[in-house]
């Protein structure tokens, strides 16, 4: 049962607990940013010996089992053993992604008794509860496996298997994701890298995205503005759209403020800038990840609720320089239900 209310992934309120985790983690390493699991834990650890208000009598931190990110929690909902997480959710917690294991700096720090075990993505953890099973029809032999991230879920259901590929995912935020045969870590810029089977996937997430267009314009404002735009004209202004201050990459800078001014008079004119500004830095992403060896940009498939947007994807294609076109399914779900059913197995050299 949880003991405190969960954090988003985009959730910078423990940022004060990350000179903590600087001063044991390496320099390069995914859990040096704001908002990183570990940074949440070393919070939680903190706050819950001093918290009171979580229980009267008891300690809350003598209570805690273990972490567990969403994936995990709903799995271990489904199979009812206690969670289990994967490599893809636990980068950020400080897993090593390149030996499979806990590295000894994270053992040895205080939060060290929480972390989760942890499998490679699509691995079989344990047949769903019975009663589950018979009230929703699933065969009792049915097995839940370990997940992956919405963003990793995306890259696999768009069927990328050739490094220099890649997949964005235009959701809330802007997600780069970049098949490679080699890892590339540059914390600095929020590049970090996700195993994949024997290959690679280097990327970064981005504070942009839908989320700041929602909070100007609805869908149906979106669909009819888009069409009224004129790509053959220059964008009359030059924003960096995000909801709030904070950016994780290509910037990696918890302060860094949007800018979204001057609004023009004309709303398909503050939409084509919104858009251009967006696909700017999704630019910037990719040129940076080549800029410290990713293999040059070939393709670009699109996932997420962005991908239907033509102008968009118009305006994209002319910063990026490669063909844009929508992922062959856009449903993250399609990815996870993929993995489910033949894991990581297609990501091998050999395919290469």
Known sequence: ????????????????????????????????????????????????????????????????????????????????????????????????????????????????????????????????????????????TCQICAGTTDSIAAFLASGVSQPGEAVTSLGSTLVLKLLSLQPIDHQSFGIYSHRLGDLWLIGGASNTGGAVLQQYFTPQQLAELSQKIDISLPCPVDYYPLSAPGERFPINDPDLSPRLTPRPERDQDFLYGLLNGIAQIEAEGYGKLNSFGAPALQRVHTAGGGAKNLTWQAIRQRWLGVPVLAAAQTAAAYGTAQLAVKGLSEFRRTST
């Open 1 to 140: 049962m949880p003991i405190t209310p969960a954090l988003l992934y985009n959730d910078a309120r423990a940022r004060s607990a990350l000179p903590q985790v600087q001063a044991f983690a390496p320099p390069d390493s995914p859990v040096l940013s704001a908002t990183s699991s570990l940074v949440k834990a070393l919070w939680w650890q903190q706050a819950l010996d001093i918290d009171a208000d979580i229980d009267a009598d008891i300690n809350a931190r003598s209570r805690v089992s273990q972490l567990a990110h969403q994936a995990d929690w709903l799995a271990a909902l489904l199979h009812g053993r206690p969670p289990v997480s994967d490599y893809h959710n636990a980068l950020k917690l400080g897993y090593d992604v390149r030996s499979l294991a806990y590295p000894d700096w994270l053992l040895n720090s205080p939060v060290a008794a929480w972390l989760p075990d942890v499998l490679a993505p699509g691995d079989a953890i344990a047949p769903i509860l019975p009663t589950l099973a018979d009230q929703f029809s699933f065969p009792r």
